[in-house]
């Protein structure tokens, strides 16, 4: 079991609207949690859908927090020893560690423009299939990636997810939780495109 001087629980709001009640339950479970197992309640700020960004609304966020009483130990304004705290600010380090994994072949780039990923889940919907990534590009050569890359073209990172056996994750409170690795998708890292070095 995870000692409680290791506890850390986040509130990870997306600033793309108002505050809401569903925010305010979950950032209330955190905190509570938080302070019951004597450890520290972060703030961190998921902006990087920031075709859905809204001024204005991390401010917003942050009042709502503090009217509820809920006071965070780590945070974008009051920092901390993990910052910073949003997640755009943070890009450069998740571009050194993205490819790394590509390096290590833990993870590739993909080139699947938004049609072509809409027309493969289309048709594994009308064939009855679980709508996820269909693999194009998981076996593209690395130079062949490179040179695409280089030359400009649009991509994301995508973890390459094992195709056999299964994962099993223990949550705190929930136990054990395994899923099948045939029900998994090679889910794109965070939402902004990635430069090779």
């Given at each position: 079991?995870?000692?409680?001087?290791?506890?850390?629980?986040?509130?990870?709001?997306?600033?793309?609207?108002?505050?809401?009640?569903?925010?305010?339950?979950?950032?209330?479970?955190?905190?509570?949690?938080?302070?019951?197992?004597?450890?520290?309640?972060?703030?961190?700020i998921?902006?990087?859908?920031?075709?859905?960004?809204?001024?204005?609304?991390?401010?917003?966020?942050?009042?709502?927090?503090?009217?509820?009483?809920?006071?965070?130990?780590?945070?974008?304004?009051?920092?901390?020893?993990?910052?910073?705290?949003?997640?755009?600010?943070?890009?450069?380090?998740?571009?050194?560690?993205?490819?790394?994994?590509?390096?290590?072949?833990?993870?590739?780039?993909?080139f699947?423009?938004?049609?072509?990923?809409?027309?493969?889940?289309?048709?594994?919907?009308?064939?009855?299939?679980?709508?996820?990534?269909?693999?194009?590009?998981?076996?593209?050569?690395?130079d062949?990636?490179?040179?695409?890359?280089?030359?400009?073209?649009?991509?994301?990172?995508?973890?390459?997810?094992?195709?056999?056996?299964?994962?099993?994750?223990?949550?705190?409170?929930?136990?054990?939780?395994?899923?099948?690795?045939?029900?998994?998708?090679?889910?794109?890292?965070?939402?902004?495109?990635?430069?090779?070095?």
């Amino acid at each position: 079991m995870i000692s409680q001087k290791e506890i850390r629980l986040r509130f990870a709001p997306s600033p793309t609207g108002r505050m809401h009640l569903g925010s305010a339950r979950t950032a209330l479970y955190n905190y509570l949690l938080a302070r019951r197992l004597n450890g520290k309640f972060i703030l961190r700020i998921e902006d990087t859908d920031q075709k859905r960004f809204v001024p204005g609304s991390e401010a917003e966020l942050v009042e709502g927090l503090r009217w509820l009483g809920l006071k965070y130990d780590e945070g974008p304004d009051v920092g901390g020893p993990y910052g910073p705290y949003r997640q755009t600010e943070r890009r450069e380090i998740y571009q050194q560690y993205a490819w790394q994994l590509v390096q290590k072949g833990y993870a590739f780039p993909c080139f699947c423009t938004a049609d072509r990923l809409q027309q493969v889940r289309q048709h594994q919907m009308s064939t009855q299939q679980n709508p996820r990534y269909d693999g194009t590009c998981r076996n593209l050569d690395p130079d062949e990636a490179r040179h695409r890359v280089d030359s400009g073209e649009k991509y994301v990172i995508r973890f390459r997810m094992q195709e056999e056996g299964s994962t099993t994750a223990v949550d705190l409170l929930r136990g054990p939780i395994t899923v099948e690795n045939s029900a998994l998708d090679d889910t794109v890292l965070p939402e902004f495109h990635v430069k090779i070095k």
